[in-house]
Nanobody
Framework: QVQLVESGGGSVQAGGSLRLSCVVS????????MGWFRQAPGKERDFVAA????????YYAVSVKGRFTISRDNVKNTAYLQMNSLKPEDTAVYYC??????????????WGQGTQVTVSS
C-alpha cells in the first residue's frame, strides 16, 4: 500500500516562497509520476506539476511555469514543490499524488491528505 504525506504549507505574503514535501511510503512503480494538485474553496482540484519518478521529466501548468519547480529524491522517497513568487491566487490546499497519469485527477491512484497554502496580498 502506498501512502503519501505532505508537509511544508503555511502562510506567506505575496512574493514569498514555500517548499512543499511529499514523503512516499510503499512501493512506487517505475512508470509512475508524482503530481501536485491544488484546490481552492469552491473550485475543482487543478493540476499544478508532475515529475516522472524514474526519469525525472517534469510537467507544469501554465499558471505556475517559471515560478514553481517540482523535483524528487528517489533515495529519500520524497517529492518536492518549490514555490517562488507566490501570488494570492496560489492560495489553496495542495495535494501530492502518485499514479501513471499526467494532468488529470482521475489518472492518479494515491493521494496525500493535503497541506494548506495561504498567500496574502
Amino acid at each position: 500500500q502506498v501512502q503519501l504525506v505532505e508537509s511544508g504549507g503555511g502562510s506567506v505574503q505575496a512574493g514569498g516562497s514555500l517548499r512543499l514535501s511529499c514523503v512516499v511510503s510503499g512501493r512506487i512503480l517505475s512508470n509512475y509520476r508524482m503530481g501536485w494538485f491544488r484546490q481552492a474553496p469552491g473550485k475543482e482540484r487543478d493540476f499544478v506539476a508532475a515529475i516522472s519518478w524514474s526519469a525525472g521529466n517534469t510537467y507544469y501548468a501554465v499558471s505556475v511555469k517559471g515560478r514553481f519547480t517540482i523535483s524528487r529524491d528517489n533515495v529519500k522517497n520524497t517529492a518536492y514543490l518549490q514555490m517562488n513568487s507566490l501570488k494570492p491566487e496560489d492560495t489553496a490546499v495542495y495535494y501530492c499524488a502518485a499514479g501513471a497519469g499526467y494532468y488529470t485527477v482521475s489518472a492518479y491512484d494515491y493521494w496525500g491528505q493535503g497541506t494548506q497554502v495561504t498567500v496574502s496580498s
